[in-house]
Each structure stands twice: as structure tokens, then as C-alpha cells.
């Protein structure tokens, strides 16, 4: 299924009836909106329909429960960090997109951290040309603390240096300044650029239980330091489905520049891969994240001819990655400008993660279901 369907397709597709259709959408289940065609009746999300019914389709058996929450299935761990309601995001129940108007990602880390003082990422006498972001992190591991056992207020601290060894690490300068003023500094940017690069760290810093922070999570379960557990964020970030997502879409756009945005969109959904930039399943009806970041911003005509294609293609909305795109190209940023801006605002939802799963003290042991050759028992 794919974008918005009708009624009757929507009752068809979950075996119910109506007035169930109606509770889950009260409930948040299922996205709904009003049919352009005709405003008296409603459109319901086709990915949240999907999703219901293959639960459905499932049953309550444990065994099929636990292989659904793998992929985008049941809540696996609970948190009090981030959440989405209503088409929101939410940093521990505030509006993640009204605190992206003013506040700077060190004040959401004091409040993700549950700090009571703003924590600074600054990493003084680093010296010598920055390494990539991977080294900046595996430096002198091995002499940091394990995370299990130590105080909030310690993990907190472990918090702020790691994350000033990554800004190191993305070729940010030293000192007290915040990360945003830094970057902006490093990119040449001032007024509106500044601001938009702030506000984007913010609307990073978290985004529930992602791969990435999973990742953080499994690694925090262990013990390990939280260097270590930022280590394993920033691995499963790099993939092209996760934050690698701006590389693919910048090669889109690419492609559209040369043969125009139809064609190219065209040709990239033939090809059968997945569409960047578009569309996510959290958000059916948009990415809260994308439309605080592009408010007031002009986007360029290639871009804007694109958006335009995939609305009237597959009634797709930009999402996140597409705005950080939009944000690179109006102010001419490096190309790695996404992949840096969503690295260090997450790692500040890492950072939460890994302290909330360290008091826990619980390790994060799934089973695997063998499917192999059957075992030879002599």
C-alpha cells in the first residue's frame, strides 16, 4: 500500500468495521485526513493500515510479537526520553519543534541528561589536525570508565567529553562556544544560517528507539563506556538507510539536475530503490521535524521541482533528511553537512539512551529464531 486510501479500502484491508476504524484513529493509530475530493468524508494512512493489519493477521503469540518488534513493530524498551504523538515529537513531553525556536542543543541535552547544570562540549589542547569522527571517539577508550555504576552526574559528564571528542572529530573548533556557533563558524555562516543550523541540532537530538539508538542501547546494556556506546551509534548511523539516507538523496537530486525531476524520480522508482527524503512511517502525515526546519526557507528550483514530483507521484511529504538537503544547498555547506548535523545532534540522545539503559542495570539479550539445518543430536 502506498499514500492514502478510502474508507471501504481501509475496512477491507483490517477485517473491521467501521466504528473500530474510528477508534483506532481516535487513538492515534492510523493517520486520517480529508478526502480533497470531497471534504465530508476522510483518507486514511495506507502504511498505518498495513501495519495494523499484519498485526492482526499475526495474533498474540509471543514468539510472533517478539519477531515484529524488530521492525517497527511493538514498543521493545521502555523510555522516558522522546516520543511521537498526535504528528509531534516530543523530548520528555515537550514540543521538540517549539523548543527548536530558541533553545540550543546544549540546553537539550540539560534536559534529556536530567542535568541541572547546561553541559559544555568543549575539549581543550586537542592539537593537531582532527580525525574522522570514528577515531575521535575510539581515542583512549580503553582508560574511560565503564558506564554501569556510575552516578548521573558522572555519565552526564562522560556525556559532554565524548560529544566534544565527535565535534573534534567532524573538524569543529575548541572552545566554550555552543556546537551550533561552532559550526556556523566552521561554515562560514551568520543571522539566518546560524539559526537554522541551531535549529537543527535540536530537532535531531532524539527520535525514540531508531537503529542507531538501539544500537547505543545494547551497547550501554553491556556496561561499556559511553564513548563506546556512541561508537556504536555513530556505526549504525552510517548506513545508507539510516544516516547515509542524505548521501542517497543527494544523488537524486544529481540525477534530477541532469535529466529533470520527473525522469529522474521516474527512473530511481523503476530501479526499485527506496525514495530518500520522502515520506515516513512514523508520519503519515508529515514530518514535524522537516516542516520546523524548512518554515521561511527558499527552497532552490531543482528542489523544489523534485518535492513537487514525488507530491504528485506518491503523495509523499519531505521528511527530515530532506530539509537537512534543502539547508545544505541554500547555504552552500560541505556535503557531509547532513550527516554531521544529524551525528552530533543525536549524540545527545545517545547519551540519554545510554544512561537511562545504564540504571536499568539490564542486559539486552534477544533469542534468535533458528531457521538453519535442523541439529544432528547423536
Known amino acids: 500500500m502506498d499514500g492514502w486510501i478510502g474508507r471501504a479500502e481501509a475496512l477491507d484491508a483490517l477485517k473491521v468495521r467501521a466504528q473500530t476504524l474510528y477508534a483506532y484513529v481516535s487513538r492515534g493509530w492510523i493517520g486520517a485526513r480529508p478526502d480533497p475530493a470531497d471534504p465530508r468524508r476522510s483518507l486514511y494512512a495506507a502504511t498505518d493500515i498495513e501495519r495494523l493489519a499484519a498485526r492482526r493477521r499475526r495474533g498474540r503469540k509471543a514468539g510472533a510479537i517478539a519477531a515484529s518488534a524488530m521492525a517497527w513493530g511493538e514498543p521493545a524498551l521502555p523510555t522516558r526520553i522522546s516520543t511521537m504523538a498526535g504528528g509531534r515529537l516530543f523530548y520528555r513531553g515537550h514540543d521538540a519543534a517549539a523548543l527548536a525556536a530558541t533553545a540550543a542543543l546544549e ?16 575539549l581543550r589542547g586537542a592539537g593537531g589536525p582532527a580525525p574522522s569522527p570514528f577515531a575521535a571517539l575510539a581515542q583512549g577508550l580503553e582508560a574511560i570508565p565503564a558506564s554501569l555504576g556510575r552516578s548521573p552526574a558522572l555519565l552526564g559528564a562522560d556525556g559532554a567529553a565524548a560529544i566534544a571528542r565527535l565535534a573534534h572529530g567532524f573538524g569543529l573548533p575548541d572552545g566554550e562556544a555552543p556546537l551550533h556557533a561552532r559550526l556556523a563558524a566552521a561554515w562560514s555562516l551568520d543571522g539566518d544560517g546560524a539559526q537554522r543550523i541551531r535549529t537543527a541540532l535540536v530537532l535531531m537530538a532524539d527520535h525514540e528507539l531508531n537503529a542507531s539508538t538501539f544500537a547505543v542501547r545494547v551497547a550501554a546494556s553491556t556496561g561499556a563506556a559511553i ?20 548521501e542517497a ?23 526499485g530503490h527506496d525514495l530518500p527524503g520522502f515520506g515516513h512511517i512514523l508520519y503519515p502525515q508529515g514530518d514535524p521535524r522537516a516542516h520546523a526546519l524548512l518554515d521561511g526557507l527558499v527552497l532552490d528550483p531543482l528542489l523544489a521541482d523534485l518535492r513537487d514530483a514525488v507530491r504528485t507521484a506518491l503523495d509523499r511529504p519531505p521528511n527530515i533528511d530532506f530539509a537537512l538537503c534543502a539547508l545544505t544547498r541554500r547555504f552552500r555547506l560541505p556535503d557531509r553537512a547532513p550527516f554531521t548535523l544529524f551525528a ?24 534468535g529464531r533458528y531457521e538453519g539445518r535442523p541439529p544432528i543430536i547423536a
Open 107 to 122: 540546553d537539550i541535552a540539560a534536559l534529556l541528561w536530567e542535568q541541572d547544570r547546561t553541559p559544555r562540549f568543549a
Open 227 to 246: 564513548p563506546a556506546c556512541l561508537l556504536a551509534g555513530l556505526a549504525a548511523l552510517s548506513g545508507p538507510r539510516h544516516g547515509g539516507a542524505g
Open 249 to 271: 538523496l543527494a544523488m537524486l537530486v544529481r540525477q534530477a539536475a541532469q535529466e529533470g525531476a520527473g525522469a529522474a524520480l521516474d527512473r530511481w522508482l523503476a530501479s
Open 344 to 367: 552530533l545532534g543525536r549524540s545527545v540522545g545517545w547519551v540519554a539512551h545510554a544512561m537511562e539503559q545504564a540504571a536499568t542495570g539490564a542486559l539486552i539479550r534477544p533469542r
